[in-house]
């Protein structure tokens, strides 16, 4: 017979509500998800499909070594991602167009259709080689730009990139390029047209027959494949200067670049960096049209504005300059240049910019320019030369620079007023006219007789570009020798000795050599006088 069962005394039934119960499946549930996630076994089966269907995606091979589940916020991380090049150019496995660090992919990822849907994408320390061939195809995978074998499409709504490494080669292009420690961002603005922006801290761009070209670069751009790449704002400064650049590159199948740059760089380096040793330095405001057809080559049109400049000891302003510039050849007007209170103008022209530089030449024409102070940049202040020159010259040279220039040109000073520009001082007014003969960079003047008031210099000899030191014998004939040791006291005084009078007096005839320097010239003369008609 059953007997009835009481109750335990103090024990009562608890019972569960519905919310709690559910979330105690969900947690559970989540746990074992997460435990299965964790296995080795689930891990290879997952990598194995992932690293399948990328590989089928891209058209090119994709590894990584760790697939790790984030539910919070949700994502998917992946360690040592590693991708391959495009194989139909057959590049060594050991050189793959990516290697990152870890890769985290969020905002969802979907397949729908034949299209491979990634929200975003985050990649930390990636290492990125791209190369171009000879034939200018890029390794980039075929997955990137439309559909790959495997029929499926990448479909990526953002990539960043942080503390990334991007090294560029381009057979085609003729430029190669470094990229260090660069932070880098694209994001779909619809489904073909994506907004980037670039940053890296040190850029190096090895340009053809140039020194490399360091920087640090900011861009900020759109990405649309049927309309190409337009460049909002492209920023470069270095060593150099610094500019910013707008333009477009259009169709990226047979790019076609159209830029505008402007900003200021420095004269030194660029002759630097494209090795044209010129001897200009300064800084130079730049405003250049760039353009780069598809078929290749390049034509850039540059005003320049210098307010100062300087080539060697000789100080410029108001410099105004047009440059249009080929692969075969590179032309500058200067259509003005202020120099020793006159002014100058003339054509420089450098052959064959991407290969060999053939000889380059330059054209000058220069008026109103001050005798004195043209002694006086080469350390002579106070000479006391009065007059104003005028120069026509051309000159040519090749590797050895405008030190071996060969050429020739015209000379005309007119004689100013017997004043010097340095106080207590003789004034002595000059006067010249003939032709210049410019051989190995040196400057002759055996065709020049320089006039003064009372006296004639001939020279054979000159100066040599560069150094502007004396080497050449005078003839020197004066009716009053008294104008000499005028001249005298002024070229020792401008050279920093105490002008002390010779006491020269009568006509006569001084001739010699000249050399040595300036400041410290080595002169063998001899002097031959006759006292004035008036006895003393």
Request: glycine content about 12%.
């Amino acid at each position: 017979m059953a007997k009835n069962l009481r109750p335990t005394e103090g024990v009562h039934a608890h019972r569960l509500s519905a919310v709690r119960l559910y979330s105690f499946l969900l947690l559970f549930l989540i746990l074992a998800v997460y435990a299965i996630w964790k296995s080795d076994r689930f891990q290879n089966l997952v990598q194995g499909i992932s690293k399948s269907r990328l590989t089928q995606a891209l058209g090119a091979p994709v590894s990584f070594e760790t697939v790790d589940l984030r539910f919070f916020p949700p994502s998917v991380r992946l360690a040592n991602v590693r991708i391959g090049n495009d194989p139909a150019l057959r590049l060594p496995p050991d050189q793959p167009l990516l290697q990152v660090d870890e890769v985290s992919i969020g905002g969802g990822v979907s397949l729908v259709g034949n299209e491979l849907r990634v929200g975003r994408i985050l990649a930390v320390r990636p290492r990125i080689r791209l190369l171009q061939s000879a034939d200018g195809r890029f390794n980039l995978p075929p997955g990137l730009s439309g559909p790959s074998k495997g029929g499926l499409k990448i479909s990526i709504g953002s990539v960043l990139v942080q503390q990334g490494t991007l090294e560029f080669e381009g057979r085609r292009a003729g430029v190669d390029g470094r990229f260090d420690d660069f932070t880098a961002e694209l994001v779909a603005l619809s489904r073909d047209r994506h907004e980037g922006r670039f940053l890296a801290r040190r850029a190096s761009l090895q340009l053809p027959n140039a020194e490399p070209l360091v920087a640090e670069i900011s861009a900020r751009f759109l990405l649309d494949p049927r309309r190409g790449v337009t460049v909002d704002d492209l920023r470069l400064a270095g060593s150099f200067g610094k500019l910013q650049v707008t333009g477009e590159v259009e169709n990226l199948d047979k790019p076609r670049t159209s830029l505008t740059a402007a900003g200021v760089v420095v004269a030194e380096e660029i002759e630097r960096i494209f090795r044209s040793p010129l001897g200009f330095s300064g800084s130079a405001r730049v405003r250049a049209q760039i353009e780069i057809p598809s078929g290749g080559g390049f034509l850039v049109t540059a005003k320049v504005l210098a307010p100062r400049a300087r080539m060697g000891q000789f100080p410029f302003e108001d410099v105004a300059a047009t440059v249009v510039a080929r692969p075969e050849v590179l032309v500058a007007e200067i259509e003005q240049a202020g120099y020793a209170g006159g002014r100058a103008s003339g054509v420089l022209r450098i052959g064959n910019l991407t290969g060999k530089v053939q000889p380059m030449t330059l054209e000058l024409d220069g008026k109103g320019i001050s005798v004195e102070r043209f002694f006086g940049d080469l350390g002579l202040k106070g000479t006391g030369l009065s007059g104003a020159a005028s120069l026509q010259v051309g000159l040519r040279w090749q590797e050895g620079g405008l030190e071996r220039a060969n050429g020739g040109g015209l000379i005309q000073i007119q004689s100013g007023p017997a004043v010097s520009l340095v106080p207590g001082r003789f004034g002595i007014p000059t006067a010249a006219e003939g032709a210049l003969a410019v051989v190995n960079g040196r400057m002759n003047f055996e065709g020049v007789t320089f006039r003064f008031p009372q006296s004639t210099l001939e020279l054979t000899g000159g100066l040599k570009i560069g150094q502007w030191q004396p080497d050449f014998d005078i003839n020197l004939k004066s009716r009053d020798l008294s104008e000499v040791d005028r001249l005298f006291q002024n070229f020792l005084a401008a050279t920093g000795g105490k002008p002390e009078p010779l006491g020269l007096a009568g006509s006569g005839q001084i001739q010699g050599h000249v050399a040595g320097t300036w400041d410290n010239p080595d002169a063998a003369v001899q002097i031959s006088a006759e006292p004035s008609s008036s006895g003393r």
